[in-house]
């Protein structure tokens, strides 16, 4: 079964870039057709995909946040990284990563929250 588990910084200071990284274990991240997802959810707020990199390392972002996110990905490792440029206060959230199946996110991280404040 896999599983994936989030790590990373819980404090960033604005304007700095927010980095995390999702482990996966239980199968790997080059596996067809599988996309590893970064989604977040801020404080009373719901959730939002931020974006994916699928099996073959293609990446894909959510409009809205394209221009400050970057998702890479060490097959050596089986990780894949968020990386969120920018932030300022309302990115504080807990973010999640998850692994797609056709429609359905099928495997979740517990969450990691990370706050942005000086």
Do not use: H
Request: net charge positive; charged share 15%; aromatic share 12%.
């Amino acid at each position: 079964q896999v599983q994936l588990q989030e790590s990373g910084p819980g404090l960033v200071k604005p304007s700095q870039t927010l980095s995390l990284t999702c482990t996966v274990s239980g199968g790997s991240i080059t596996t067809n057709y599988y996309y590893w997802s970064w989604i977040r959810q801020p404080p009373g707020k719901g959730l939002e995909w931020m974006g994916a990199i699928d099996y073959s390392g293609s990446t894909y972002y959510s409009p809205s946040l394209k221009s400050r996110t970057s998702i890479s990905r060490d097959t050596s490792k089986n990780q894949f990284t968020l990386q969120l440029s920018s932030v300022t206060p309302e990115d504080t959230a807990v973010y999640y990563c998850a692994r797609r199946s056709g429609s359905a996110l099928d495997a979740w991280g517990q969450g990691t929250l990370v706050t942005v404040s000086s």
